[in-house]
Nanobody
Framework: QVRLVESGGGLVQPGGSLRLSCAAS????????IGWLRQAPGKEREGVSC???????YYATSVKGRFTISRDIAKNTVYLQMDSLKPEDTAFYYC?????????????????WGQGTQVTVSS
């Protein structure tokens, strides 16, 4: 059974850092694109970053230079390192898999989703 399990969310002050993890099962990271997407209250879900099977990365303009996506193939886990966090980064963060392995941030492209983890940036 395909599963994606996020962890690492929490409360952090502005300017702080968090690292989210996404553990995948039943597929290998070299075969799919893993994306991180988020949804803030009252807003549409949006893509933040993605990492393709061959290792290409892509970032939304709002997080470029602050967030870094990476993976550990042996652990079948994708990470999102979030630095210089801002209050506007507050959202529920999801990892998701695109089995067609595209560089894409549209939520509509993703076939499988994790349960999500809350990130709150506040003083």
């Amino acid at each position: 059974q395909v599963r994606l399990v996020e962890s690492g969310g929490g409360l952090v002050q502005p300017g702080g850092s968090l690292r989210l993890s996404c553990a995948a099962s039943e597929f290998t990271l070299e075969d799919v694109t893993i994306g991180w997407l988020r949804q803030a209250p009252g807003k549409e879900r949006e893509g933040v970053s993605c990492l393709s099977g061959d290792g290409r990365t892509y970032y939304a303009t709002s997080v470029k230079g602050r967030f870094t996506i990476s993976r550990d193939i042996a652990k079948n886990t994708v990470y999102l390192q979030m630095d210089s966090l801002k209050p506007e980064d507050t959202a529920f963060y999801y990892c998701a898999a695109d089995t067609r392995d595209r560089i894409i941030l549209s939520p509509l492209a993703y076939d499988y989703w994790g349960q999500g983890t809350q990130v709150t940036v506040s003083s």
